[in-house]
């Protein structure tokens, strides 16, 4: 069984940036590929960022190019989510999501497995 646990939410101001952590279960052979996903209240599943764990290629959402660097930890145990120049429209649940195998892009129907999810807000 996978297990995804993320943290590292908070409240900033707008222009400020936060780190989101995830720690995996399971190895990156296992999850070989992690995401991360937000959610406001009201709108759809959006797909912020992509990482290939075992290739080390990663991709973003158009919102989020430029601001936003997914990276992982040298033992390849725990996915972040550096988040800079953070806007309003930023704020939602941000879900740490994986898979194994394939060659998935930025939809949650992509992934099977997923974390609880932490609330970043954005507001001055």
């Known amino acids: 069984q996978v297990r995804l646990v993320e943290s590292g939410g908070g409240s900033v101001q707008p222009g400020g940036s936060l780190t989101l952590s995830c720690a995996a279960s399971?190895?990156?052979?296992?999850?070989?590929?992690m995401a991360w996903f937000r959610q406001a209240p009201g709108k759809e599943r959006e797909g912020v960022a992509r990482?290939?764990?075992?290739?080390?290629?990663?991709g973003y959402g158009d919102a989020v190019k430029g601001r936003f660097i997914i990276y992982q930890d040298a033992a390849k145990t725990t996915v972040y989510l550096q988040m800079n120049s953070l806007k309003p429209e930023d704020s939602a649940t941000y879900y740490c999501?994986?898979?194994?195998?394939?060659?998935?892009?930025?939809?949650?129907?992509?992934?099977?497995?997923w974390g609880e999810g932490t609330q970043v807000t954005v507001s001055s």
């Open positions: 999501a994986a898979r194994s195998g394939g060659f998935p892009n930025l939809h949650p129907t992509e992934y099977a497995y």
């Open positions: 990482i290939n764990r075992r290739e080390g290629y990663t």
């Open positions: 399971q190895s990156a052979y296992v999850t070989e590929h």
